[in-house]
């Protein structure tokens, strides 16, 4: 076999394995929808009625609509393999258990009494599709009155508030998530190791509880590739890129 036949044979291999792939998922979508009762991720919107596993969110902008801030090879490679990863990996660690169809909040409450790839990259699915609504190319949007008067209150100011959830962000030694949290009444800034956020139970004991406004990635895989090991200008430039309507909606729905 010459090189050219080699290649168009390993084509149609490729392009029928990938029509049997197709197919097994299918058939396990209907087998699935059939047999269990019909559940709704919030953070699953792709397919909120027979969504039996977790899916990787669409962007709401392109990968390269954050530039110059954020850039478009870091937002690719940070959604479609990262992120991309958790989401199969919280499939393969659900698959078959009992808590295969229960929400990423519900898993979030009780993520201490479950195994430990479950905290990982139900935490990694969580935090990536929030932060990825956080983000948007539209200049110019503001907190909402009462999320300023809140932040005011707190931090004496946006300045003030950009300052402290630096140094939180700053602080974190290794890969982890920065936190802006409303807990009783109040915003709180805190930070998390690796892929835990606010919602676990195991946050919750050590004071990093609470409903998350807004948080930062600052694993080195979410800056390096731009900023290198310069971190504190990539959360600078996370300010730029900030949807603030976005924290807003997200004040609004903690303190209804
Ligand atoms: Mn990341």
Redesign the pocket.
């Known amino acids: 076999m010459n090189r050219r036949t080699w290649i168009y044979q390993s084509f149609r291999w490729l392009a029928g394995a990938a029509v049997v792939h197709q197919t097994i998922g299918l058939f396990k979508a209907q087998a699935n929808a059939s047999s269990i009762s019909q559940h709704n991720h919030p953070l699953n919107s792709n397919n909120p009625n027979t969504a039996m596993t977790f899916e990787l969110p669409a962007l709401p902008y392109a990968y390269a609509a954050l530039e110059p801030h954020f850039d478009a090879m870091t937002m690719e490679i940070?959604h479609s393999k990262?992120h991309a990863a958790y989401v199969n990996n919280l499939n393969a660690a659900l698959s078959g258990t009992p808590h295969a169809d229960q929400t990423l909040e519900e898993l979030m409450a009780v993520v201490s009494t479950l195994p430990v790839a479950v905290r990982n990259n139900g935490g990694g699915h969580y935090n990536?599709s929030l932060f990825w609504k956080l983000l948007t190319p539209q200049t110019g949007t503001t907190p909402s009155e009462a999320l300023m008067a809140a932040i005011q209150e707190k931090f004496g100011g946006l300045d003030g508030l950009k300052e402290q959830f630096g140094k939180a962000a700053m602080a974190r030694f290794g890969s982890g998530w920065a936190w802006l949290c409303y807990r009783d009444g109040a915003l709180h800034l805190c930070s998390t190791a690796n892929q835990d956020n606010p919602l676990m139970d195991i946050e919750n004991e050590k004071g990093c509880g609470g409903f998350p406004l807004l948080g930062l990635?600052v694993?080195e895989?979410?800056y390096y590739l731009k900023f290198q090991n310069r971190r504190a200008e990539y959360v600078t430039a996370f300010w730029n890129v900030l949807n603030w309507d976005e924290v807003s909606a997200r004040f609004a729905q903690a303190t209804r």
């Open positions: 940070h990262h990536h990635d694993w895989h979410s």
